[in-house]
């Protein structure tokens, strides 16, 4: 199975897109995804591949994980996402803690985002949340935000204490993807309920990445949105 995966995948590269993703993802010297290889794969071909190979188990999804090349691990976390889904208790704990175990493997925002609110998210919706608030404050960009977008899980079930108490903790954090990603899921939350965002926000505009702040502001009504922008609520 590992060997067949391995040359779907080859056959399905695509060097001249490789080289788009590359800059996309921003691989350079110093960049958030230095080092990083593409195949050039695009994530619908990547999903069908992921239904095709749908007799691979945890130990080919795992194996994939290790791999250098961007797309193999992001088919290994769909794999995982739609193992997952089996209704099996000790199953969906061995996948959850494979996941925690390999972040530095989902090491790109794109790997985080399509995966962990699937797994982390869903595992720890009954259970100790504690794991979270752990990853907010590592040295991880990928990590922390893990713990923030993990949240959207609890987000689409009404939720939001977590991904406010996570995003205050955060607010304070250097870099842009994590800006990105906390606006992303108090935007979220507003889209559900606006007044728990507006609280949120009228305790913590001060410290607020701006960033942070447009991107949670993004779906309000405009004359609301710049009141908020310009600082006149």
Known sequence: MAAEIRRRLEGLADPERAEILRRFFKTGPG??????MFRGIRVPQL???CRDISRAGVDEAVGLLASGWHEDRLLALLLLVELYKKPDEAHRTLIYTHYCAHTDRINNWDLVDLSCPRIVGCHLQARDRSPLYRFALSESLW????????????????????????????MGDKEDLIHKATGWMLREVGKRDVEVLEGFLSENYDGMPRTTLRYAIEKLPEPRRQAWLKGRV
Do not use: M, P, Q
């Not at 960049?31 to 990083?36: I, K, R």
């Not at 977008?149 to 108490?165: K, Y």
């Open 143 to 170: 990590e922390r935000r893990i713990a923030i977008v993990s949240t959207f899980h609890f987000i689409r079930a009404g939720d939001f204490g977590d991904t406010l108490a996570i995003a205050e903790k955060l």
């Open 47 to 49: 999903r069908k591949l």
């Open 31 to 36: 960049e958030y995804g230095e080092g990083d």
